[in-house]
């Protein structure tokens, strides 16, 4: 708490505080930002004026403010890192980056913190970098308000957009990430806080993380990505009013989540991906109030999942609700509303009066002998469907939800 | 002229015409008849391609009809109707024919006698099969042919229509040939001048009318059939 | 043959049932749209009512329609044309009449209440239904005379395109499925045309990505140019076969 506190005070009051101010000019020498910087002193504040410096390997190795005036821009020439962040307390506000080198051996990155804290990048436009801010072993950062766009080149020559690694206590809020290899990339990041990001049609995922514990999502949208999103190994997320859209591709997920434990997915939205939710592996996960539709399958779920609780969610035209590979049912739906229920309420207590079973026949056949998807969508399938909906034997018993509310929610 | 020879027909194995050798020429009027079965009714069809037959030949003015379908510009047929396409107008079926056919020369007789002009704008589907009946009858004259085969003509007629198109039929009888199938003897009676009887698929005699009438003594030919046809029965 | 085609056209165009059937299509279509608030699963829920409309009606009512004028192709063809000539004037002017009815129905449902995306698929998909099931109609009333007989074999032979065959095709994966048979997929359904035309929509509106390796293998054939060029032979010859069948039982009827 003391550390946090130390964080929030020199986040909001030492810039203004202390240190002399600098202006930097670009015709002012051959590498005038860096010469700027040795020259400055810690807590100092270097403003850069607009211009195109063609000056990468900045080196930050004491506290130092940098703002830049009209995004002047910092080009890399596809050779270099463009700005490296040695030092705890460096704020970057407000520049352009560009064109930063990429290879095959080390990350490169427009903004690079090696093992550093209290870093503040805000307000930047970063593109066709190799890997856009770059976090390692760092903790207390925050990162703000920055537009991300990739290169336009093959996925091996891209990175990611916003990655962290070996992190804790970093703030990603309202950057807008586009066209890199993950949009925003953890691994073994704890008790963050990712918020108001846009990540939108990047090559592989548009949020990816792995061994994050304890992290919190909230109102993020992950728009037709390559292959949606994907989540592993983490316990104690949380996911709250984040939008899953149009991740449409055959190995592409609205959200993948692979071996998550104790964590709460409350009031997310699915909207046309492929499959809204695979789970492989989740236990005692909590999915309420979220909302699926126009998803070809909305959850798909492997056996291996147990003990999560499915409650209040909305299934609206879906072309497939629900599917899993098992016939043993360790996970509890109760109180959603289905789009596809078709029972009666007499008792007017706005649940149905008969289960719901969210697994059609087809479905059922298509999990046992994947070939007969070439049925999807003939009239065969629909009469199969009625006829499980009359005789369940291809899906399982107990799998049903036996509270299903008349109205969504 | 028609002039059908040694024409034989099988409907697989049943064989329905055994060598018929029939000449119809211009100005006969030809009363087509025999029992249910005989091969009247395969015969006609022969003559108007709709059936293929296996051996022998039919002529019309001397060109076989198997040339092509050309020849049928000679041919007027009156059809035994079962129905028109019914939403289609009266109008519009002659002027459909008329397109066809191809023919200046239009003999519009019947199509004023039977006032069809007042029910051009009905649908066929609407018409009764009195009225189906005069208008196949129309269509059979119109185009001047030199040959009329007439299928049951005056079936269905009523009296004043049926006396008519008898008229008609007289009228035309000096420059065509007319080929007649009915089961009233006595319209044929009236105006064939020839009788083609057709017994088990072959021609059991073809003579003019007076002839026939002459040898049995009989002033009706009705009458001189039915004795002929008994005389048969007491034969075999 | 244009004239015969033109006035057997409006002659069916002029029907009760045309009206009926243009009327429940669009009603249909319409239906679908407003129910759901969805736009492509509308289309979808249309394109998969039109795989089961279209076989169906297009045969019976192309079999007793054909019984129905048996007396007027009579006395056509006492007239001086060409048989092959009359049966392409009945075969041109069913087809036209059905297709104007069918396309202007959906089309203008389309329209009026979508983007109009899928209108194109939807189209192409229509006309193949109809002229191929025509064809085959063709055929059934050319080689059997009576009528309810005629009639009872295109029903069966609908019914079979529909759900029989698909069935077979269910039996036939169950029983092969420790072969790697996802490949043979597309084959299967080259031999149904109902198939061929759900297959080649799927592939338009990008349920694909739901079809597992499946899919993927029937994207590649499909998307690939030597593919969907095979689909459409197959198609045409969907129509060629059973239509070359039916003129040579007309050239060849007794009447």
Excluded at chain 1, 341 to 362: A, I
Excluded at chain 3, 8 to 19: G, Q
Excluded at chain 3, 58 to 78: E, G, K, W
Aim: aromatic residues 12%; hydrophobic residues 45%; charged residues 20%.
């Amino acid at each position: 708490m003391n550390k946090f506190i130390l964080f929030l005070f020199i986040i909001f009051l030492v810039p203004s505080v202390y240190g002399k101010k600098w202006l930097v000019e670009p015709m002012s020498g051959q590498t005038p930002i860096q010469e700027t910087i040795n020259k400055a002193n810690a807590f100092d504040t270097i403003l850069v004026k607009a211009g195109h410096y063609k000056e990468a390997n900045i080196n930050i190795k004491i506290p130092l403010t940098l703002i830049g005036e009209n995004l002047p821009i910092l080009d890399g020439e596809l050779k270099h890192e463009i700005i490296s962040i040695l030092s705890d307390c460096v704020t970057i506000n407000g520049f352009k980056l560009i064109n930063s080198g990429f290879s095959d051996l080390e990350d490169i990155a427009a903004i690079k913190v090696y093992e550093k804290s209290f870093a503040r990048i805000l307000n930047n436009v970063l593109e066709n970098n190799f890997f856009g801010i770059y976090l390692s072993n760092s903790f207390y950062c925050l990162v703000q308000n920055n537009q991300i766009t990739g290169p336009n080149r093959e996925q091996n020559h891209v990175g990611n957009g916003v990655h962290c690694w070996k992190s804790a206590h970093n703030f990603i809020f309202s950057n807008n990430i586009k066209k890199q290899r993950d949009g925003i990339y953890f691994e073994f990041v704890k008790h963050s806080i990712i918020a108001n990001n846009h990540s939108e049609g990047n090559l592989r995922y548009g949020l990816h993380f792995m061994f994050s514990d304890s992290d919190t999502y909230y109102n993020n949208t992950f728009a037709a990505n390559g292959a949606g999103v994907a989540v592993m190994y983490s316990q104690f997320i949380m996911m709250v009013k984040n939008k899953f859209d149009k991740n449409w591709g055959s190995s592409s997920y609205g959200i993948l989540l692979k071996d998550i434990r104790d964590s709460k997915l409350y009031k997310n939205n699915f909207d046309k991906n492929t499959v809204g939710i695979f789970m492989d592996g989740c236990s005692r996960a909590d999915f309420i109030n979220n909302h699926f539709s126009n998803n070809g399958y909305a959850l798909r779920m492997q056996a291996s999942c147990d003990d999560n609780n499915f409650r209040f969610n909305n299934f609206m035209t879906n072309t497939f609700d629900y599917a899993t590979n098992g016939f043993t049912v360790l996970n509890t739906l109760k109180h959603n509303y289905w789009d596809k229920y078709q029972g009666y309420d007499l008792n007017k207590d706005g649940m149905g009066d008969l289960s719901y079973r969210p697994m059609n026949m087809l479905t059922g056949i298509i999990e046992e002998y994947p070939s007969t998807i070439i049925l999807l969508q003939s009239f065969l399938a629909d009469l199969l469907n009625v006829l499980e909906k009359i005789l369940p034997s291809l899906t399982p018993e107990n799998l049903k939800d036996d509270y299903p509310l008349m109205r969504k929610i | 002229m028609i002039s059908v020879q040694n024409l034989h027909k099988k409907y697989g194995k049943h064989s329905v015409l055994q060598g018929i050798n029939v000449e119809l020429k211009k100005g006969m009027i030809a009363g087509l008849i025999g029992q249910n079965g005989t091969g009247k009714t395969t015969l006609i069809k022969c003559i108007l391609g709709l059936t293929e037959f296996q051996t022998g030949d039919i002529l019309i003015e001397g060109k076989s009809i198997q040339a092509g379908p050309e020849y049928r510009n000679k041919i007027g047929y009156m059809a035994q109707m079962g129905r028109y396409p019914e939403n289609m107008k009266l109008a519009q079926l002659f002027e459909m024919m008329k397109e066809i056919r191809d023919v200046k020369n239009l003999d519009e007789q019947l199509f004023e006698q039977f006032a069809l002009k007042k029910i051009e704008h009905q649908n066929l589907g609407q018409l009764s099969g009195g009225t189906i009946q005069k208008v196949s009858a129309a269509l059979a004259f119109m185009f001047n042919p030199e040959i009329l085969i007439l299928d049951e003509p005056t079936a269905g007629l009523d009296p004043v229509a049926s006396e008519i198109l008898k008229d008609k039929i007289t009228q035309e009888r000096e420059n065509k040939t007319i080929l007649i199938t009915s089961h009233i003897l006595n319209d044929l009676d009236e105006i064939a001048s020839h009788v083609l009887f057709l017994q088990e698929g072959k021609v059991l005699f073809f003579e003019t009318i007076n002839d026939l009438k002459e040898k049995n003594g009989q002033q009706k030919l009705g009458k001189t059939i039915a004795e002929i046809m008994l005389e048969k029965e007491i034969k075999s | 043959m244009i004239k015969i085609t033109k006035y057997l056209t409006l002659n069916i165009l002029k029907s009760k049932f045309m009206l009926v059937y243009g009327v429940l299509l669009f009603v249909i279509c319409v239906g679908l749209f407003t129910l759901g608030n969805d736009q492509d699963k509308a289309i979808i829920g249309i394109h998969n009512t039109l795989l089961i409309l279209i076989p169906i009606v297009v045969m019976i009512y192309t079999v007793s329609h054909i019984y129905q004028s048996t007396d007027f192709i009579r006395l056509l063809l006492t007239q001086p044309i060409q048989r092959k000539y009359i049966f392409f004037s009945q075969f041109l002017s069913n087809v036209f009449a059905l297709l104007l009815v069918q396309l202007s129905a959906i089309g203008l449902a389309l329209v009026l209440f979508s983007d109009g995306s899928f209108l194109f698929s939807i189209m192409v998909n229509s006309t193949f239904l109809t002229l191929i099931f025509s064809a085959i109609s063709n055929w059934i009333a050319f080689s059997i005379d009576e009528k309810v007989k005629g009639i009872g074999t295109s029903i069966l032979l609908g019914i079979y395109f529909l759900a029989i065959y698909d069935g077979i095709i269910l039996m036939l994966i169950q029983t092969m499925s420790e072969y790697p048979i996802e490949k043979y997929g597309i084959t299967l359904s080259l031999f149904n045309p109902i198939d061929l035309c759900r297959i080649l929509f799927i592939f338009k509106i990008d349920i694909s990505a739901l079809m597992g390796l499946t899919g993927a293998i029937m994207e590649k054939f499909i998307g690939s140019s030597l593919g969907s060029t095979i689909i459409y032979i197959v198609l045409l010859l969907w129509i060629g076969f059973p239509l070359s069948f039916a003129v040579k039982k007309f050239l060849k009827k007794d009447y």
